[in-house]
């Protein structure tokens, strides 16, 4: 089975990120009007890690092209702990920043908790990512929450697909903070009733045939074979691995396909964690690249405004 020979529906998440983004330039406008500035994002980026420059470049991108402002600070990679902290203090105490990203991974030479520490001292208004202690409680809590934004950008994908999440089996793989554990809360607010597993958990590909929605965060190139899927069920596949061995690109896409003649051109193309295969047996299916991808970014300019919003009518208030 080819990826090209695919009857899956296709879930386009480029598609409904455009639809995110235009819903939101009214938003952008109307706050520019109220508060006399455009909602502003502070980001962080510490060191040279040549991802990290390019997903910085795209979110800065991203915001402005919809009218936000940015405020880009880069520290080297030798910075301190105390170097980073400071700008977060700066972010949290500045009237002009809606929200506050400080882009992952920091350098490891900060030490193992470092991450953590600074992601605790973030603003938990400003905290567009999702990750202070404070927003994941108010998640589970199913308070309002400034929540993660690739699992908040799934659910949209999931409604604007109008694909049912109310009483369905849905099944997710993978239990990191960003992914697993935040998208395993919005279906159970959902009212679906949701498996969460991991690598430990056994029997896995049976686990997931089960699912009427299968959401696969695992990290590993096409993981998730036929047996994993119960035919006609809805896959979210989160992963993004880049290969760059042709063995491995021929293995996965066969000899024809479009992935392949992409990979001889460029000499690397993006897996998911869901191998092609289930494009056959799957009844909807989320592209790698083109799915989950720009609705992450998507939910971030989401986050901003409406951080910026609540900011504004707090403000308002007081
Ligand atoms: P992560 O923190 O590395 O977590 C991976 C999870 O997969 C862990 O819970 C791990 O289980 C589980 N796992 C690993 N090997 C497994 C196996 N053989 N069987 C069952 N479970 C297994 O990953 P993540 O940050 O959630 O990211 C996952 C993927 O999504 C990556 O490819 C990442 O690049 C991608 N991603 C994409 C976006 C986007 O916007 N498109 C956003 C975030 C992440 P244990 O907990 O037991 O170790």
């Given at each position: 089975m080819?990826?090209?020979?695919a009857?899956?529906?296709?879930?386009?998440?480029?598609?409904?990120?455009?639809?995110?983004?235009?819903?939101?330039?009214?938003?952008?406008?109307?706050?520019c009007?109220?508060?006399?500035?455009?909602?502003?994002?502070?980001?962080?980026?510490?060191?040279?890690?040549?991802?990290?420059?390019?997903?910085?470049?795209?979110?800065i991108k991203?915001?402005?092209?919809?009218?936000?402002?940015?405020?880009?600070?880069?520290?080297?990679e030798?910075?301190?702990?105390?170097d980073?902290?400071?700008?977060?203090?700066?972010?949290?105490?500045?009237?002009?920043?809606?929200?506050?990203?400080?882009?992952?991974?920091?350098?490891?030479?900060?030490?193992?908790?470092?991450?953590?520490?600074?992601?605790?001292?973030?603003?938990?208004?400003?905290?567009v990512?999702?990750?202070?202690?404070?927003?994941?409680?108010?998640?589970?809590?199913?308070?309002?929450?400034?929540?993660?934004c690739?699992?908040?950008?799934?659910?949209?994908?999931?409604?604007?697909?109008?694909i049912?999440?109310?009483?369905?089996?849905?099944?997710?793989?993978g239990?990191?903070?960003?992914?697993g554990?935040p998208?395993?809360?919005?279906?159970l607010?959902r009212?679906?009733?949701v498996t969460?597993?991991h690598?430990?958990?056994?029997?896995?590909?049976?686990v997931?045939?089960?699912?009427?929605?299968?959401?696969?965060?695992?990290?590993?190139?096409?993981?998730?074979?036929?047996?994993?899927?119960?035919?006609?069920?809805?896959?979210?596949?989160?992963?993004?691995n880049?290969?760059t061995?042709?063995?491995?690109?021929?293995?996965?896409?066969?000899?024809g396909?479009?992935?392949?003649?992409?990979?001889e051109?460029?000499?690397?193309?993006?897996?998911?964690?869901?191998?092609?295969?289930?494009?056959?047996?799957?009844?909807?299916?989320?592209p790698?690249?083109g799915?989950?991808?720009?609705?992450?970014?998507?939910?971030?300019?989401?986050?901003?405004?409406?951080?910026?919003?609540?900011?504004?009518?707090?403000?308002r208030?007081t």
């Amino acid at each position: 089975m080819k990826l090209d020979d695919a009857t899956a529906r296709v879930l386009s998440g480029t598609k409904v990120a455009t639809e995110i983004r235009e819903g939101l330039r009214p938003r952008v406008e109307t706050f520019c009007r109220a508060a006399g500035r455009a909602p502003m994002l502070g980001l962080l980026l510490v060191g040279a890690d040549p991802g990290s420059q390019i997903y910085v470049r795209n979110k800065i991108k991203a915001s402005e092209g919809l009218g936000m402002a940015t405020d880009l600070r880069r520290l080297p990679e030798t910075a301190s702990f105390d170097d980073v902290l400071d700008i977060v203090r700066s972010f949290n105490a500045s009237a002009a920043h809606d929200g506050i990203l400080v882009q992952s991974p920091l350098p490891v030479g900060l030490g193992a908790e470092a991450e953590q520490k600074i992601f605790d001292a973030i603003d938990p208004d400003k905290d567009v990512d999702g990750f202070h202690p404070v927003n994941v409680g108010r998640l589970v809590q199913k308070r309002p929450a400034l929540t993660p934004c690739t699992p908040l950008g799934i659910i949209e994908l999931l409604d604007r697909a109008q694909i049912e999440i109310s009483g369905k089996r849905a099944v997710v793989i993978g239990r990191s903070d960003i992914v697993g554990k935040p998208i395993a809360m919005l279906l159970l607010h959902r009212n679906a009733t949701v498996t969460v597993c991991h690598s430990k958990t056994v029997a896995l590909a049976r686990v997931a045939s089960t699912a009427d929605i299968l959401v696969v965060a695992v990290g590993v190139p096409a993981f998730v074979t036929r047996a994993f899927v119960k035919p006609g069920a809805t896959v979210i596949d989160v992963g993004t691995n880049p290969l760059t061995d042709r063995d491995r690109v021929e293995m996965i896409f066969g000899e024809g396909t479009m992935k392949m003649a992409a990979f001889e051109k460029r000499g690397t193309v993006l897996s998911g964690d869901v191998h092609p295969e289930v494009g056959s047996v799957a009844g909807a299916l989320t592209p790698v690249p083109g799915g989950v991808g720009p609705l992450t970014i998507a939910m971030l300019l989401s986050n901003t405004v409406r951080a910026a919003e609540d900011r504004l009518s707090s403000d308002r208030r007081t």
